[in-house]
């Protein structure tokens, strides 16, 4: 009987060698680089030894942590996921549920070790998010550069992180919060915080801004693919807003060839009122420049 049950085990599987064929060209993601290239893009957006605190977006912290600990990219950038540091206390069960986390994030950033020391944290304190706001409040002292990716904290069927505490103890997104005692912009895909004062000059950010861009490798941002998968949603997101925001500034900044091919990129990802109304905006403003360059030509 073996032979013939051999037999018929080797019919059946190259029987499914076309069904496979078929079914692999579907689901193939041999030439799809999005993930990867979010996160070099990602860690492309902080400065030398800065901080990147990812606000529960479940595709960066994988692919940057594979990035920094399997191929070497950026080990200087000290990733914060904000998830698991909100989460090292339940205070729905009351017991300490990801304490770990603390602990790992004070062996890879040694400054944490003189933000909390040896005596730990109290569950008041890790409960109003007390661990990121002082890695927040320390950076900004210090000047070391913070990005933060997604502040809002997303949409609200992808994830849906705590509010974190300010500090009269009213709870309030991130974004609401850091508004409040800082200073921020949206350079690439990643908000930079900064010291009340300290925020660079509109032309500086725009110089800034176009590096990050021009760095970025966008294989498959802006034709599509992000929008098949929806995983990859959030990132069309983020990139959206990303070039929404570079847009904005090169508009303000008189660069309208930048900012009307980052308002076309926009729309090449979703529909959005704010891309069409600046497309409108730069062909008033390339109109009127035209016209006062005619008076100016004119006997």
Request: aromatic share 8%; charged share 20%; proline share 6%.
């Amino acid at each position: 009987r073996r032979p013939v049950f051999a037999a018929l085990g080797v019919v059946c599987a190259l029987a499914l060698v076309p069904v496979q064929a078929i079914g692999h060209r579907g689901v193939s993601l041999s030439e799809n680089w999005t993930c990867e290239d979010y996160g070099r893009n990602l860690l492309a957006s902080v400065p030398p030894h800065g901080i990147l605190i990812e606000n529960g977006d479940n595709t960066a912290a994988p692919v940057i942590l594979y990035l920094q600990i399997v191929q070497g990219v950026r080990p200087d950038v000290v990733l914060v996921r904000r998830d698991l540091l909100s989460g090292i206390y339940d205070s729905h069960s009351h017991s300490w549920a990801n304490f770990w986390y603390l602990d790992d994030l004070k062996r890879r950033y040694p400054q944490m070790q003189a933000l909390y020391p040896a005596q730990g944290i109290s569950a008041p304190q890790a409960s109003a998010e007390d661990p990121l706001r002082r890695i927040i409040r320390d950076a900004a002292v210090r000047g070391v550069p913070v990005g933060i990716l997604d502040p809002a904290g997303g949409p609200a069927w992808f994830c849906d992180l705590p509010l974190i505490a300010d500090d009269d103890g009213r709870r309030v997104r991130l974004d609401v919060y850091l508004n409040r005692h800082y200073d921020t912009s949206l350079v690439g895909m990643v908000t930079r915080v900064y010291g009340r004062g300290r925020r660079p000059a509109a032309p500086a950010l725009h110089a800034e801004t176009e590096r990050i861009w021009r760095s970025y490798s966008l294989r498959g941002v802006f034709d599509g693919k992000l929008q098949s998968d929806r995983f990859l949603l959030l990132l069309a997101l983020n990139y959206g807003n990303g070039t929404l925001a570079r847009a904005d500034l090169a508009y303000s900044q008189g660069d309208y060839a930048v900012a009307e091919a980052s308002y076309t990129d926009v729309l090449s990802l979703f529909a959005c009122d704010a891309a069409t109304q600046g497309l409108q905006r730069c062909a008033l403003a390339r109109c009127r420049n035209a016209n006062v360059v005619s008076a100016r030509n004119s006997p």
